[in-house]
């Protein structure tokens, strides 16, 4: 068996996946560094986009980080003036993060940036052949969520 047999089909797809996912974050972090924004603070601003006051914790979760890497990063975000903090009225222990006016200001700027390296990234594809790669990507996403050992060890609200 040659070195280039070893690795089934499936393997080598799941290194493809990884690839992809590496390279998408470099390009990110790259051209949205000269907005003071990496890839994964970008992530957090289009949540807070979608639905503003998030809780910390949430944020973690979306992203798939730690509760401690969240709270840097959203440091790093409120120092930028990107995002600021309130507690919530309800459960003074829960805080939420909420984007800044100047974050208000800003996020059709970054919207427009975000959508160019998209289009840039998938160019190779039309438009039925990105309806399925989203299919069979989402497909696969949502079977391993099933699978045990899907819940990740030091991730999430772990700490």
């Known amino acids: 068996m040659s070195k280039h047999e070893a690795l089934s089909p499936q393997a080598l797809l799941g290194f493809a996946l ?3 996912t590496r390279l998408l974050r470099t390009i990110y972090d790259a ?9 994964a603070s970008w992530r957090v601003l289009a949540y807070l986009y979608r639905e503003d006051g998030l ?8 992203l ?17 003036g990107f995002v600021e903090r309130r507690s919530d009225p309800a459960d003074r222990r829960s805080w939420g993060v909420y984007l800044s006016p100047q974050a208000h200001e800003t996020v059709g700027e970054l919207m427009r940036a975000s959508y160019a ?4 990234c998938f160019a190779i594809f039309n438009e039925k052949d990105l309806a399925l790669l989203a299919n069979l990507v989402g497909r696969l996403r949502d079977h391993l969520g099933t699978l045990p050992g899907a819940a990740r060890k030091g991730g999430p609200g772990s700490d």
């Open 18 to 20: 990884a690839d992809v």
């Open 31 to 39: 051209r949205l560094s000269a907005k003071g924004l990496s890839g």
């Open 55 to 62: 809780t910390q914790t949430k944020l973690a979760d979306l």
């Open 64 to 80: 798939e980080v730690s509760r401690s890497a969240i709270g840097q990063m959203i440091d790093r975000l409120e120092a930028g």
């Open 117 to 120: 390296i998209e289009t840039e």
